[in-house]
């Protein structure tokens, strides 16, 4: 055993306090020790620091009524507290207590001294005043560390050292946004003494709540303005526009684009001319057309003699993304390869010798084994799967690449202002010409002869049909089963009509196969998992039965119903629901039987899964937000934003602000290299 697992003396005990420090493990604490430390580990809880900053999730008022006769050499005085009955368990015969409040009555009448919600202090300890008499804290536990011990070791390290945690913030934003002392904050914020709301946390913020949401966004934002100010600075690389390829693939197109996809293009290139890399989020609703707008500022970049690359989030969308891109830039002669890990087949020699002028992958692009001879464009889709450290990895393949991120959910613009503050930011706020509202419609095992008879009328008019099952308990082998065991139903069912399957563990190729025949009508419905979320473009298709509906997210769902409606057809969504499922499962499909509209669906999303998960603060690279509410707080957030980007304006290395700049590099953990000393 590590000498300082053992049980220090009252002398090493008392030195030892006074050198604890916010990396202090936590073990070290008072009556933590080693075992209780493993405990803490799991709720992420590993130093002091963690300690101070692990907050309560919920308050209890424990408050009710009694009556107490307290006596002295004196003589004797009643007590009494209003609908705080509780109280009752704290006092003892015989028990020391101090009384304080105003006296009313008379000692020498019949009434005597009475007092009416008093203060007190037991003298016995006052540990049991950690637990009752108070607005208490309730923390979030594990097996073995129970709240209410996890409240006595909160207590013990809140009012010792409290302190040890430097005050950060600049003394001037303090005063302009009137924010308390950080060693207050964190004291009230455990064992609050001067609000009484409990449900604090869903109303609104409490003085302590409001300098520590206030700390977290400035900390983000002051991390992104730091990006954004050191890669404005870079120099990048100025490309020319005279858009010959560009002119080609459109003239081959079958379509116009739109006025936002051109107003976004336009913004892309005005980027692309300038000496500075580009920074900017394309995002927009399901079926929008970003995939041609990233091909369209991709073929830019290979007409001035650079590669391009795409990076999607799994090899399935990287796959879609290099069926779809190789059809559309073939006739005009260009290269396009796939690299992800589970191919054998990897492209490697053809990237590093610059004849692959495409390239889609996966997390394989960013690989030290790959290299690019000439990056000057790379685009990350679904933006919200990566972190900024992925994007950094993949600037650094080439010398200073513009960058553009694409999603597919829509982000109402202050908040996305907020959340990629490094970033420029284009929104694709307009469908293509004849596209119909979907209607959408939660069925129910009992009606499955209404769906049958639905989908039996769209096939009658020439229509094609989606089936989409669910991965079930994140199992592959159940999902392949649930899909094969569905199209063999459907089979069945409707033995005349011509039905395809594909899933997740066929090989490309097959996949491939099976999909295009759907495309050119041989396949009257396409029986299949999520492999389809993205990628399919199908007019024909105008019907779509999404099975198990409860089991997949609202933006999923949203990307899924975006397969069809997209040949100015009627189009139907299904939505077959399985009881009994969760209140959060109730809100997913009242949601999608209310509305199409891509930004009302990711507003519910929001709501439902908490911003940390939506805006992908949780991401590799993002610090946590630990009790901010993007929602909630909005207001907090852009003062927060503001305050951060006139800082590093003044003071880009914080080299005035010593304690900022440490507690901004430990919160971002190092990542990115964001303060230069």
Same mark, same amino acid.
Request: glycine letters at 8%.
């Given at each position: 055993? +590590?000498?300082?697992?053992?049980?220090?003396?009252?002398?090493?005990?008392?030195?030892?306090?006074?050198?604890?420090?916010?990396?202090?493990?936590?073990?070290?604490?008072?009556?933590?020790?080693?075992?209780?430390?493993?405990?803490?580990?799991?709720?992420?809880?590993?130093?002091?620091?963690?300690?101070?900053?692990?907050?309560?999730?919920?308050?209890?008022?424990?408050?009710?009524?009694?009556?107490?006769?307290?006596?002295?050499?004196?003589?004797?005085?009643?007590?009494? &507290?209003?609908?705080?009955?509780?109280?009752?368990?704290?006092?003892?015969?015989?028990?020391?207590?101090?009384?304080?409040?105003?006296?009313?009555?008379?000692?020498?009448?019949?009434?005597? %001294?009475? *007092?009416? +919600?008093?203060?007190?202090?037991?003298?016995?300890?006052?540990?049991?005043?950690?637990?009752?008499?108070?607005?208490?804290?309730?923390?979030?536990?594990?097996?073995?560390?129970?709240?209410?011990?996890?409240?006595?070791?909160?207590?013990?390290?809140?009012?010792?050292?409290?302190?040890?945690?430097?005050?950060?913030?600049?003394?001037?934003?303090?005063?302009?946004?009137?924010?308390?002392?950080?060693? &207050?904050?964190?004291?009230?914020?455990?064992?609050?003494?001067?609000?009484?709301?409990?449900?604090?946390?869903?109303?609104?913020?409490?003085?302590?709540?409001?300098?520590?949401?206030?700390?977290?966004?400035?900390?983000?934002?002051?991390?992104?303005?730091?990006?954004?100010?050191?890669?404005?600075?870079?120099?990048?690389?100025?490309?020319?526009?005279?858009?010959?390829?560009?002119?080609?693939?459109?003239?081959?197109?079958?379509?116009?684009?739109?006025?936002?996809?051109?107003?976004? %293009?336009?913004?892309?290139?005005?980027?692309?001319?300038?000496?500075?890399?580009?920074?900017?989020?394309?995002?927009?609703?399901?079926?929008?057309?970003?995939?041609?707008?990233?091909?369209?500022?991709?073929?830019?970049?290979?007409?001035?003699?650079?590669?391009?690359?795409?990076?999607?989030?799994?090899?399935?969308?990287?796959?879609?993304?290099?069926?779809?891109?190789?059809?559309?830039?073939?006739?005009?002669?260009?290269?396009?390869?796939?690299?992800?890990?589970?191919?054998?087949?990897?492209?490697?020699?053809?990237?590093?010798?610059?004849?692959?002028?495409?390239?889609?992958?996966?997390?394989?692009?960013?690989?030290?084994?790959?290299?690019?001879?000439?990056?000057?464009?790379?685009?990350?889709?679904?933006?919200?799967?990566?972190?900024?450290?992925?994007?950094?990895?993949?600037?650094?393949?080439?010398?200073?690449?513009?960058?553009?991120?694409?999603?597919?959910?829509?982000?109402?613009?202050?908040?996305? *202002?907020?959340?990629?503050?490094?970033?420029?930011?284009?929104?694709?706020?307009?469908?293509?010409?004849?596209?119909?509202?979907?209607?959408?419609?939660?069925?129910?095992?009992?009606?499955?002869?209404?769906?049958?008879?639905?989908?039996?009328?769209?096939?009658?008019?020439?229509?094609?049909?989606?089936?989409?099952?669910?991965?079930?308990?994140?199992?592959?082998?159940?999902?392949?089963?649930?899909?094969?065991?569905?199209?063999?139903?459907?089979?069945?069912?409707?033995?005349?009509?011509?039905?395809?399957?594909?899933?997740?563990?066929?090989?490309?190729?097959?996949?491939?196969?099976?999909?295009?025949?759907?495309?050119?009508?041989?396949?009257?419905?396409?029986?299949?998992?999520?492999?389809?979320?993205?990628?399919?473009?199908?007019?024909?298709?105008?019907?779509?039965?999404?099975?198990?509906?409860?089991?997949?997210?609202?933006?999923?769902?949203?990307?899924?119903?975006?397969?069809?409606?997209?040949?100015?057809?009627?189009?139907?969504?299904?939505?077959?629901?399985?009881?009994?499922?969760?209140?959060?499962?109730?809100?997913?499909?009242?949601?999608?039987?209310?509305?199409?509209?891509?930004?009302?669906?990711?507003?519910?999303?929001?709501?439902?899964?908490?911003?940390?998960?939506?805006?992908?603060?949780?991401?590799?690279?993002?610090?946590?937000?630990?009790?901010?509410?993007?929602?909630?707080?909005?207001?907090?957030?852009?003062?927060?934003?503001?305050?951060?980007?006139? %800082?590093?304006?003044?003071?880009?290395?914080?080299?005035?602000?010593?304690?900022?700049?440490?507690?901004?590099?430990?919160? &971002?953990?190092?990542?990115?290299?964001?303060?230069?000393?």
């Amino acid at each position: 055993m +590590n000498s300082k697992s053992k049980q220090l003396t009252n002398r090493e005990s008392s030195s030892f306090t006074r050198q604890l420090s916010r990396d202090t493990p936590v073990q070290y604490l008072k009556g933590v020790g080693p075992a209780r430390a493993r405990l803490f580990g799991k709720l992420g809880v590993h130093t002091l620091e963690d300690i101070l900053y692990y907050f309560p999730w919920r308050y209890e008022d424990r408050k009710n009524i009694l009556e107490l006769t307290a006596a002295d050499e004196t003589g004797t005085l009643k007590s009494r &507290w209003f609908n705080q009955a509780y109280l009752k368990k704290l006092f003892q015969k015989g028990q020391k207590i101090v009384l304080s409040g105003m006296v009313k009555g008379n000692p020498y009448s019949g009434i005597g %001294l009475e *007092m009416e +919600n008093p203060d007190f202090e037991l003298l016995s300890g006052d540990d049991a005043l950690v637990h009752t008499g108070r607005i208490v804290p309730v923390y979030k536990a594990t097996e073995g560390l129970s709240p209410k011990q996890i409240r006595t070791f909160m207590f013990n390290a809140v009012r010792n050292y409290s302190s040890v945690i430097k005050d950060y913030m600049p003394r001037e934003i303090l005063e302009s946004e009137g924010l308390q002392s950080l060693e &207050w904050s964190l004291r009230e914020a455990h064992f609050p003494e001067e609000f009484v709301d409990t449900d604090i946390l869903n109303r609104g913020v409490s003085p302590s709540h409001m300098r520590i949401v206030f700390d977290e966004f400035f900390l983000l934002e002051l991390g992104l303005a730091l990006l954004k100010k050191r890669e404005v600075a870079q120099q990048g690389i100025s490309f020319s526009t005279s858009g010959k390829l560009s002119e080609r693939f459109l003239q081959a197109l079958p379509f116009k684009l739109t006025a936002a996809q051109d107003r976004v %293009l336009t913004e892309i290139r005005d980027d692309m001319k300038k000496s500075a890399p580009m920074n900017r989020l394309v995002h927009g609703d399901v079926g929008c057309g970003k995939t041609v707008v990233a091909l369209l500022s991709m073929l830019l970049a290979v007409e001035n003699g650079y590669q391009a690359c795409l990076m999607a989030p799994t090899e399935l969308l990287a796959e879609q993304h290099f069926i779809n891109i190789h059809k559309m830039v073939e006739a005009i002669g260009l290269k396009v390869v796939l690299l992800t890990s589970g191919r054998k087949d990897r492209p490697v020699d053809e990237i590093a010798g610059g004849s692959a002028q495409i390239v889609i992958g996966t997390h394989a692009l960013i690989q030290e084994n790959v290299s690019f001879k000439k990056l000057g464009l790379a685009i990350i889709d679904e933006q919200h799967r990566f972190g900024v450290v992925q994007r950094a990895a993949l600037r650094k393949k080439g010398q200073n690449p513009d960058i553009i991120v694409m999603t597919a959910t829509p982000i109402p613009r202050t908040l996305a *202002m907020t959340l990629y503050g490094d970033l420029d930011i284009s929104i694709i706020d307009e469908l293509p010409a004849g596209r119909k509202p979907i209607i959408t419609k939660v069925f129910f095992p009992s009606q499955k002869d209404r769906v049958y008879s639905l989908i039996t009328a769209e096939l009658s008019k020439g229509r094609q049909v989606y089936v989409v099952y669910p991965l079930i308990e994140e199992s592959e082998k159940l999902d392949l089963k649930s899909a094969i065991d569905g199209a063999e139903a459907f089979r069945v069912k409707f033995p005349e009509r011509k039905i395809g399957l594909v899933h997740g563990k066929m090989h490309q190729g097959e996949r491939e196969s099976v999909m295009t025949s759907f495309k050119d009508g041989s396949l009257d419905m396409l029986v299949a998992t999520t492999v389809i979320e993205v990628g399919i473009d199908v007019p024909n298709a105008s019907l779509m039965l999404i099975v198990h509906a409860e089991r997949f997210g609202l933006s999923q769902l949203h990307q899924l119903r975006g397969r069809i409606g997209r040949g100015g057809y009627d189009s139907h969504c299904l939505l077959m629901a399985y009881p009994p499922f969760s209140e959060e499962g109730k809100r997913r499909l009242k949601a999608m039987e209310a509305t199409a509209d891509g930004f009302r669906i990711a507003e519910e999303d929001l709501s439902i899964r908490g911003p940390g998960d939506f805006f992908g603060t949780r991401q590799s690279g993002i610090p946590d937000l630990k009790i901010a509410n993007i929602i909630r707080d909005i207001g907090l957030l852009e003062s927060a934003r503001k305050k951060a980007f006139e %800082l590093i304006n003044d003071d880009s290395g914080l080299d005035n602000h010593p304690l900022l700049k440490d507690r901004l590099e430990r919160k &971002w953990m190092g990542r990115l290299e964001l303060i230069k000393s």
